[in-house]
């Protein structure tokens, strides 16, 4: 470890514009050569990441629970005969887990529940002298949660997922997680599963889980739609399904971008930094100050910070790669530079958080001062911490209720209705040259 934090530091906010707004496609994302050398021992090639989902998609579409064996012995490290977990593994696993942490996840699910019944709409109805217009909202029949665990269970990320399913009433929920080298999946997902009101749980994780719940095998069912954060891998395989199936708005490696004034605390500015760094080395740790004294201290703290921590080699990495500290002139700057970043998560460290709050445009979720760090949002806020990343918070939104629903129109005009919509209907129709069009209307009008 060295004995100063790598972490870029800019002054110039051109400079930092144009960091920001490195294109972040994730197709295009070099991976560490650690990464690149588990590929060409895998595939017996050096296949980029987008070359290695194609295969793996390929082969669970043809080859259904045979290639998810494979894929699962060679990536995860885990031998195994059944696929899906157990009600009795299940029920174990929650008794493994400390009853503080089940007390913690219970707490978090309730949270979760309260916030997401706000955003339930209901079916309307609109009656006039026409008749009747509406719309019916019906959940969607069956969803896959992808929970990820790689670098670290996230039973987290399958409560904020699986939570708002279930509040949408969503019929059947399954998740697919990777196993451990044992074969288990952690207790701590399975617990968190069982309180979320799963259904159904599968040991496949990385891109031949997206593959198995986009396509069906054997053992895991095709669903509607796909939902859950995941590495590139599975970033990358969701792009491809989609179309087969919905999935949602790409959530990928965490980014997190402060704007802080010269009255936050340098101690907390790093610590808000490491934490989301900690998840993966494709994470995005970002400060924009208008203190130059604070980009100072917030550069020292990383450096006292990071060693102590266990995760210290993913989050340093993440600071090389990603890390920015970038010096603006003025908090206009900052929210501007902001909403063209369009991060995940936007921290304000400011005397006056929401004196700004209209001006962030774009972000996943918006933190406003020191008690409302983002880690809270992690965990036991509300709202889901399943949020959109590489961009597209610029047009879409965390998960959500309304993801998991669909809206049904409702036509029924009456007589009266007919004979003044009609004719228009005609008309259009003809000009359109459909003339069987046409003809269904003014047979009805006697025309
Ligand atoms: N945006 C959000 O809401 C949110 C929430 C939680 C986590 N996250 C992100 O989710 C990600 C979790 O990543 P993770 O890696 O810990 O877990 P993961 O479950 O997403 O990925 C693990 C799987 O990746 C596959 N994989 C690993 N190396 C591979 C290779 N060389 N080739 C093909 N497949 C390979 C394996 O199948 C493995 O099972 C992190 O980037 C984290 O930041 C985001
Ligand atoms: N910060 C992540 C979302 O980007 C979510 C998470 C799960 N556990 C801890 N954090
Ligand atoms: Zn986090």
């Given at each position: 470890?060295?004995?100063?934090?790598?972490?870029?530091?800019?002054?110039?906010?051109?400079?930092?514009?144009?960091?920001?707004?490195r294109r972040r496609r994730l197709e295009a994302?070099?991976?560490?050569?650690?990464?690149?050398?588990?590929?060409?021992?895998?595939?017996?090639?050096?296949?980029?990441?987008?070359?290695?989902?194609?295969?793996?998609?390929?082969?669970?579409?043809?080859?259904?629970?045979?290639?998810?064996?494979?894929?699962?012995?060679?990536?995860?490290?885990?031998?195994?005969?059944?696929?899906?977990?157990?009600?009795?593994?299940?029920?174990?696993?929650?008794?493994?887990?400390?009853?503080?942490?089940?007390?913690?996840?219970?707490?978090?699910?309730?949270?979760?529940?309260?916030?997401?019944?706000?955003?339930?709409?209901?079916?309307?109805?609109?009656?006039?002298?026409?008749?009747?217009?509406?719309?019916?909202?019906?959940?969607?029949?069956?969803?896959?949660?992808?929970?990820?665990?790689?670098?670290?269970?996230?039973?987290?990320?399958?409560?904020?997922?699986?939570?708002?399913?279930?509040?949408?009433?969503?019929?059947?929920?399954?998740?697919?997680?990777?196993?451990?080298?044992?074969?288990?999946?952690?207790?701590?997902?399975?617990?968190?599963?069982d309180i979320a009101g799963v259904d159904r749980?599968?040991?496949?994780?990385?891109?031949?889980?997206?593959?198995?719940?986009?396509?069906?095998?054997?053992?895991?069912?095709?669903?509607?739609?796909?939902?859950?954060?995941?590495?590139?891998?599975?970033?990358?395989?969701?792009?491809?399904?989609?179309?087969?199936?919905?999935?949602?708005?790409?959530?990928?490696?965490?980014?997190?971008?402060?704007?802080?004034?010269?009255?936050?605390?340098?101690?907390?500015?790093?610590?808000?930094?490491?934490?989301?760094?900690?998840?993966?080395?494709?994470?995005?740790?970002?400060?924009?100050?208008?203190?130059?004294?604070?980009?100072?201290?917030?550069?020292q703290e990383l450096t006292a910070q990071l060693?102590?921590?266990?995760?210290?080699?993913?989050?340093?990495?993440?600071?090389?790669?990603?890390?920015?500290?970038?010096?603006?002139?003025?908090?206009?700057?900052?929210?501007?530079?902001?909403?063209?970043?369009?991060?995940?998560?936007?921290?304000?460290?400011?005397?006056?958080?929401?004196?700004?709050?209209?001006?962030?445009?774009?972000?996943?979720?918006?933190?406003?001062?020191?008690?409302?760090?983002?880690?809270?949002?992690?965990?036991?806020?509300?709202?889901?911490?399943?949020?959109?990343?590489?961009?597209?918070?610029?047009?879409?939104?965390?998960?959500?209720?309304?993801?998991?629903?669909?809206?049904?129109?409702?036509?029924?005009?009456?007589?009266?209705?007919?004979?003044?919509?009609?004719?228009?209907?005609?008309?259009?129709?003809?000009?359109?040259?459909?003339?069987?069009?046409?003809?269904?209307?003014?047979?009805?009008?006697?025309?």
């Amino acid at each position: 470890m060295t004995s100063t934090v790598t972490v870029r530091v800019l002054h110039d906010p051109a400079a930092a514009r144009e960091f920001l707004l490195r294109r972040r496609r994730l197709e295009a994302t070099e991976l560490p050569e650690r990464v690149r050398a588990g590929i060409r021992s895998i595939f017996g090639a050096d296949l980029t990441a987008g070359e290695v989902v194609d295969r793996i998609i390929a082969d669970v579409r043809q080859e259904g629970d045979a290639a998810l064996r494979r894929y699962t012995r060679l990536l995860d490290g885990a031998e195994l005969d059944r696929l899906e977990v157990a009600p009795e593994e299940i029920a174990a696993a929650t008794a493994e887990v400390p009853s503080d942490v089940l007390e913690a996840l219970r707490f978090a699910r309730d949270r979760i529940d309260a916030f997401h019944r706000r955003q339930l709409r209901s079916s309307w109805m609109h009656f006039d002298e026409d008749g009747a217009l509406g719309q019916i909202i019906r959940p969607l029949e069956r969803v896959g949660i992808y929970t990820p665990g790689g670098r670290a269970p996230y039973p987290s990320s399958l409560l904020m997922s699986a939570v708002p399913a279930r509040v949408a009433g969503v019929e059947e929920i399954i998740v697919c997680a990777p196993p451990e080298r044992d074969g288990r999946i952690s207790p701590l997902i399975l617990a968190a599963a069982d309180i979320a009101g799963v259904d159904r749980v599968f040991k496949v994780g990385g891109a031949q889980a997206i593959a198995a719940m986009a396509y069906g095998t054997e053992s895991v069912p095709r669903v509607d739609k796909i939902l859950g954060p995941g590495n590139i891998f599975v970033v990358l395989a969701k792009r491809r399904v989609y179309g087969e199936v919905d999935i949602d708005q790409l959530p990928g490696p965490t980014e997190t971008l402060l704007i802080a004034d010269e009255s936050a605390d340098p101690a907390l500015c790093a610590a808000d930094l490491l934490a989301q760094a900690e998840h993966d080395p494709l994470a995005s740790p970002i400060l924009l100050t208008t203190s130059a004294q604070l980009a100072e201290a917030v550069k020292q703290e990383l450096t006292a910070q990071l060693p102590a921590l266990e995760r210290a080699e993913i989050a340093g990495e993440a600071l090389v790669n990603n890390g920015l500290i970038a010096v603006v002139p003025d908090l206009p700057t900052a929210f501007d530079l902001a909403n063209a970043y369009a991060p995940e998560h936007l921290c304000l460290l400011l005397a006056e958080p929401w004196a700004h709050l209209d001006r962030v445009r774009h972000a996943g979720g918006v933190f406003l001062g020191e008690s409302s760090p983002e880690v809270l949002g992690d965990y036991t806020a509300g709202p889901s911490h399943v949020m959109p990343t590489g961009q597209t918070a610029r047009f879409s939104s965390p998960i959500n209720v309304e993801e998991f629903l669909k809206i049904i129109s409702v036509v029924g005009i009456n007589r009266e209705g007919l004979k003044r919509l009609g004719p228009a209907a005609a008309t259009l129709a003809r000009a359109e040259g459909l003339t069987a069009h046409a003809r269904a209307i003014e047979r009805r009008l006697g025309s």
